[in-house]
């Protein structure tokens, strides 16, 4: 399998995802205000006219990564080869080094659009890792899997993190550690959080994404990307970077959007603990 050995050389520091809504608001801001930006290739592959012109003159002018929405990688039908080809496409044409994906699955023949839980087994370890190594062989480079929300748990016969390491490790890939998300399932799933990063093999880490979640019910969280980030993720992240070294890291905010400048209060804030724990670790 030909692997990209430079998967984390091209972006760092503090980055936001881009939204066609947000295409207005941030083409003052420079890649010093903002040092990476992300977009979900699903959204834009084949958006030509203004909207595509738009996309152009920002992946002109930052550094960019993309996730992933519809691989679902954990489906029972085959994997989508049209999109991964796509995607290549879209990569190249926007010279973007990054291509990341959840650790789920979105549904069989159709896409319900909603991320699903794989069950935490050995026979889903072998056969999530083929599907993600079938994946970076078309891409021809290495892709970073994300761990993602879940709200039930089927045949979980490992922990969590147990089944996210078998399948870095056997699919050769890296990991997108998402703080979020990890919170909401320790919260959720009552597990601790702090156990799940120290067993957890962060040095494959890529990149992070950071985020805000609903909190209105106190022991079931939903993951919005719609509310700022909370002090219990802001800690896990610092965590994170005191276990695993800084790593890029990403806000989400697809909801409830707020003003640039408060948006920019939390990139600053992501920007300062990569500062403060790089100065710790000298």
């Not at 039930?152 to 997108?176: G, H, K, R, S, T």
């Not at 979640?213 to 919005?224: A, G, I, L, P, V």
């Not at 802001?234 to 400048?261: C, D, M």
Request: charged fraction near 20%; include cysteine.
């Amino acid at each position: 399998m030909m692997v990209d050995k430079n998967f984390s050389a091209s972006v760092s520091g503090a980055g936001l995802g881009l939204h066609r809504s947000l295409l207005d608001k941030l083409n003052h801001l420079s890649a010093e205000d903002i040092n990476f930006l992300e977009v979900a290739p699903e959204n834009w592959i084949n958006v030509g006219g203004r909207l595509g012109k738009q996309l152009r003159s920002y992946t002109e002018k930052f550094p960019f990564v993309c996730h992933g929405l519809s691989l679902s990688l954990g489906a029972p039908a085959p994997l989508n080869i049209d999109l991964l080809k796509a995607v290549k496409v879209f990569l190249r044409q926007h010279k973007i080094h990054y291509y990341s994906e959840h650790l789920s699955y979105s549904g069989d023949a159709g896409n319900l659009f909603e991320l699903l839980p794989i069950p935490f087994t050995e026979d889903a370890v072998h056969y999530v890792a083929s599907r993600i190594r079938q994946a970076q062989d078309i891409l021809g480079q290495r892709i970073a899997i994300e761990n993602a929300t879940y709200y039930y748990a089927p045949q979980q016969e490992m922990a969590e993190w147990e089944f996210i390491n078998a399948v870095m490790y056997e699919a050769d890939c890296a990991l997108l550690l998402d703080v979020n998300n990890l919170y909401v399932n320790s919260v959720n799933h009552q597990y601790d959080a702090l156990e799940f990063l120290q067993n957890l093999h962060g040095e494959r880490t890529a990149y992070i994404h950071i985020a805000g979640h609903d909190t209105e019910r106190e022991s079931f969280y939903t993951d919005t990307h719609g509310a700022p980030v909370v002090k219990d993720v802001w800690s896990l992240l610092q965590l994170a970077y005191s276990l695993f070294g800084v790593r890029p890291t990403l806000l989400e905010r697809e909801n409830n959007i707020p003003p640039i400048n408060a948006l920019l209060q939390e990139i600053n804030q992501i920007m300062e603990y990569q500062t403060l724990s790089s100065s710790q670790k000298t």
